[in-house]
């Protein structure tokens, strides 16, 4: 097997902040979590959960459930984004202060042209017309359309 090339100096920084973020938290950032996060950085944009099982272990070694669970964590933390409709994952814009997006609605605004992922951060509405006794552990919207990089067609 061979081994991962070096992160991008921007990516370095950011996994140094959240891994520093993570510490404060008492999260542990295991190595598989760590490199799957850092495949989702790398991506910028959404990723199935089978190509970053493949980027992972190349030599097959891997169980989706490795993969699974480590995107499971990263959601939690707040350091990805499952894109619900894509059915794939992308790394939280914010993720080295993601803690201090706790109480907030991630909105995700989806290029249906080239697949660009935007995040933004929107404060949760109370009163938001769930059922009475209906309490959300978390929110995602996604906003489908073309970004303003790609051009009318």
Do not use: W
Not at 64 to 89: C, I, S, W
Not at 101 to 109: C, E
């Amino acid at each position: 097997m061979t081994d991962a090339p070096a992160p991008t100096s921007e990516i370095a920084d950011a996994l140094a902040a959240i891994e520093a973020s993570c510490a404060e938290r008492g999260l542990s950032l295991t190595p598989v979590r760590r490199r799957v996060l850092e495949l989702l950085l790398e991506a910028g944009g959404p990723v199935k959960a089978y190509d970053l099982l493949a980027a992972l272990k190349p030599d097959g070694a891997a169980q989706p459930p490795t993969v699974y669970r480590a995107l499971d964590f990263l959601t939690k933390a707040g350091l990805a984004h499952k894109v619900e409709a894509l059915n794939a994952y992308t790394a939280c814009s914010h993720g080295d202060h993601a803690d201090q997006h706790a109480d907030d609605t991630a909105a995700l605004y989806i290029c249906e042209t080239c697949g660009a992922v935007e995040e933004r951060h929107v404060p949760k509405i109370s009163g938001d017309g769930a059922p009475e006794g209906f309490v959300p552990s978390r929110s995602v919207i996604e906003h489908y359309g073309r970004c303003a990089a790609c051009p009318d067609q």
